[in-house]
């Protein structure tokens, strides 16, 4: 039996395609799994507005192109409309290029929009960078304000959490660790908790805890 795992899980919908019902179909689940935070989009908040689970919405997603300042509105529309964690995509251009000023003045204006009790994880997309980029951004993620750095977005075609990304995170900033994206397994999220997660990321939490 893995339910040890129920409380670190976050249950995720981002599905473009996901209606309100879906929504709080996955509110039932996550509760009745004892999974005690779900994700699901900014625009349907609203269907999980009555929830006892945390939730958490993401900013940016899922590449990370939007406007500094329209991220900002984002973030501050979704925690007025009920999510108290925020998973930003950052501009994953200016992790690509070095810019890493751009990148800490985005997170700047993401984390000063929001309240103080509300939870940013920032998105380093860790499949597409090398490790100097990874820990570069990781590093600025922390200093702007983070209180999680996460992997993946699970939208990315380079592909999705990985023990050797997790456990480099946890080698580089002293804030926590949400691994997401291709977490199927038992096996597989135990790796990564080893590693240094400390949040999952899942679309299919029944796998993971049957």
Wanted: glycine content about 6%; charged content about 20%; some cysteine.
């Amino acid at each position: 039996m893995s339910h040890d795992l129920a409380p670190l899980l976050e249950y995720t919908l981002l599905d473009p395609l996901a209606t309100t019902r879906d929504v709080a179909k996955l509110a039932e689940d996550a509760h009745a799994l004892g999974v005690p935070t779900i994700c699901v989009p900014p625009h349907l908040l609203h269907a999980v507005a009555e929830s006892e689970l945390t939730v958490a919405t993401v900013c940016g997603f899922p590449h990370g192109t939007h406007h500094p300042l329209i991220k900002a509105t984002e973030a501050r529309f979704a925690v007025q409309n009920g999510a108290t964690h925020i998973d930003l995509v950052p501009n994953l251009g200016a992790i690509s290029s070095g810019d890493m000023n751009q990148l800490l003045s985005e997170i700047v204006a993401v984390r000063e929009a929001i309240t103080d009790h509300v939870t940013l994880k920032v998105i380093l997309e860790t499949a597409a960078f090398p490790e100097e980029k990874i820990v570069m951004a990781a590093q600025i993620a922390e200093k702007a304000g983070a209180d999680y750095v996460k992997t993946s977005t699970g939208f990315h075609p380079a592909g999705g959490a990985t023990v050797e990304a997790v456990r480099l995170l946890a080698q580089t900033v002293r804030i926590p660790i949400k691994a997401s994206g291709g977490i199927r397994t038992v096996e597989m999220s135990r790796e990564l908790i080893a590693a240094g997660a400390s949040r999952l990321g899942v679309s299919r939490p029944r796998d993971i805890l049957a």
